[in-house]
């Protein structure tokens, strides 16, 4: 894969660390570009590659700068994506080839951010929450290209469950249908994000960052290709009241329907207007689920490389 080299950039320190067999936790950017205000954005970001060095792992933000695939960037351009929020293209797996031959900057999804971890050897990649099936998709059709990605690549995912944004009863069915393991950490049911509960059920009940691990393991060595998805429950102390944010969250898609927003641009949408909508709240639960995620992340990692 010469050619890949004239794309892909990995920091130093992430690529000794893969090639020595050190932990290494990915983090994506469009939660940073598209998903939170500046400066909190930013300041979490830089947080949660804190949490991530002090669990005794190497965290590597992904993003596209410049066009070349940057795996490992420096929290000087973390705070210049940052700053430019939305004016950063927000850039899933279709999106690859045409901001890198242009030469443009681009904050990834979780489908790119496992596309770019791929590449550069890593393994496992933490975040806030995947995109997903959509309400209403059985007429829209929207279905977040992070579900195809998860089915097709081999990067691991801890999130805190999905945002009842999208129909969490279908993510979990189209899940299966790809052949994604879902694993409730420490709990039978998915966790909704915002709250611990959902009322739906996770695949496999795992308590331990090394039966995690184990299951990750056993599928990279049989050679079935895709990810695991690990859904990690916001901490009881910062998980909402569940039907206050059923409440945002109803206000917030029924704004977006008026305004007629869809494709890439309804997710940022719902996330700023769900924000604006609890006072700041929200944004607090989703910084501490990002640390959480984190943690976990980089005791799984730690844990893939014994
Ligand atoms: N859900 C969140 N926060 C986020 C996202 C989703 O709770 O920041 C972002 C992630 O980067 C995810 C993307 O990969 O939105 C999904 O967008 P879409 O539905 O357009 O694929
Ligand atoms: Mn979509």
Redesign the pocket.
Known sequence: MKDLEKYLVVSPEVREAVAAGKPVVAL?S??IS??MPYPKNVETALTVEKIIRDCGAVPATIAVIGGKLSVGITPEQIDYLGRRGLAVTKV?RRDLPVICARGEDGAT???ATMILADMAGIRIFA?????GVHRGATQTMDI???LEELSNTSVMVVCAGA?AILDLGLTLEYLETKGVPVIGYQTEELPA?YTRKSGLKVDYRMDTPAEIAAAFRAKLEMGLKGSMLVTNPIPEEYSMDHDAIYRVIDEAIAKADELGIHG?A??PYL?DEIQKLTGGESLEANIQLVYNNARLASAIASELVR
Do not use: Q
């Not at 975040?127 to 995109?131: D, L």
């Open positions: 994506e469009t939660i598209h998903g899933s999804t979780v489908a975040t806030g929450g995947i995109g977040s290209a992070d945002k994000f890439k309804i997710t996330l």
